[in-house]
């Protein structure tokens, strides 16, 4: 199994990246994938997460309202579309799956599961003021 994220770079305060995930070995459907990031110095955090079949998202707080999840099952790829972004934004992006339709949490809330099966490289984002 293989995930490789790209699309990461440096981009200005206000601009858009999209990142995606493509996957080798695995197929989305029944699995969970998140993005998760790492800023230097701090702690893993989840960004958002969508199931299949059934395409449920989640997102953290901090980015709900300008990051979309979503996934092409023929590409086998998961993207994330990044607006508006914000220096804290910046750090390195990875993508993550699992066979589980409920890696994501409950329905009504994002609970990012940090042991997740499979994981990406990780690709830089950059934002700059």
């Known amino acids: 199994v293989q995930l490789v994220e790209s699309g990461g770079g440096l981009v200005q305060v206000g601009g858009s990246l999209r990142l995606s995930c493509a996957a080798s070995?695995?197929?989305?459907?029944?699995?969970?994938i998140g993005w998760f990031r790492q800023a230097p110095g701090k702690e893993r955090e989840g960004v958002s997460c969508i199931t299949s079949p059934d395409g449920r998202t989640y997102y953290s707080d901090s980015v709900k309202g300008r990051f979309t999840i979503s996934t092409d099952n023929a590409k086998n790829t998961v993207y994330l579309q990044m607006n508006n972004l914000k220096p804290e934004d910046t750090a390195v992006y990875y993508c993550a799956a699992e066979q589980s339709t409920y890696a994501c949490g409950p329905a009504d809330e994002y609970r990012p599961r940090y042991s997740m099966d499979y994981w990406g490289q990780g690709t830089l984002v950059t934002v700059s003021s």
């Open positions: 070995g695995i197929t989305f459907d029944l699995h969970s």
